[in-house]
């Protein structure tokens, strides 16, 4: 049996073969963005819970950084928090807020070696400043204003790339469906100008911080219209009305 998809096919009535592959991939895109929520979760929203700050507030501390602190105390008081222990944080950020200065490094050199040059360090490749010695501590260790502006380019192109080949996906697939044409219009457009608005409001956050309700709502936006993408196409494939004149799968 051929799998062939007619123009103006319904979702009801593909073959089951398309069915199964579409039903597979939507699945997992599902899956892959309830662990993208989870992963912000961890890293975003519960540290700076922790501190007794907001969503918005994490976000504008994110993409305008912490303009009173270097970046290194903002990880430690944020992100970081749980790695270190309050003794170790609290020698760190004391010598921070003394000048950072090479001749006190020494004392708080060892921290750093037993605490983080696992990851930071240019053997694990992982995308994260090294802190294997004053040079390289020395360099977080200025007031915090956000990532650079090349930070945001490479960090942007990827999600734009990434997430539009996504609902380029998830569109067609929902395109299918059985929805009146004005919102599925809509819906199909929608995650893109989510995407817009949140990654544009990135940039724009690290001048304005009040922009970061604009990254908040876009994220919000975007999850909606990707839930709707997923879940109508799954109803009416699998338990939606069969369409009659639709071929035997």
Known sequence: MELHIRAGSSLSALPAPAKVLFTCFLITIGLGYLAAIYYLFTIDVDP????GMSVVNGIEMKYHGERGNTRLEAALRGVMAGRISPEDRAKVIDWLRNGAAKEGFAAVGPIFDKDCTVCHSAKSGLPIPPLTGFEEVSKVARVDTGPSLSDLARVSHIHLFGISLIFALTGAIFALSRVPRNWKTLIIALPYLSIW???????????????????????????????????????????GPRDQTAPAG
Do not use: C, N, R
């Not at 700076?48 to 501190?51: I, N």
């Not at 936006?221 to 990707?226: A, P, R, W």
């Open 197 to 239: 608005a949140d990654i544009g409001s990135w940039w724009i956050t690290k001048y304005q911080p009040l922009f970061a309700y604009i990254v908040l709502s876009g994220g919000g936006l975007m999850g909606v219209s990707l839930a709707a993408q997923l879940l109508i196409p799954l109803w009416q494939m699998w338990l």
């Open 48 to 51: 700076h819970e922790k501190m």
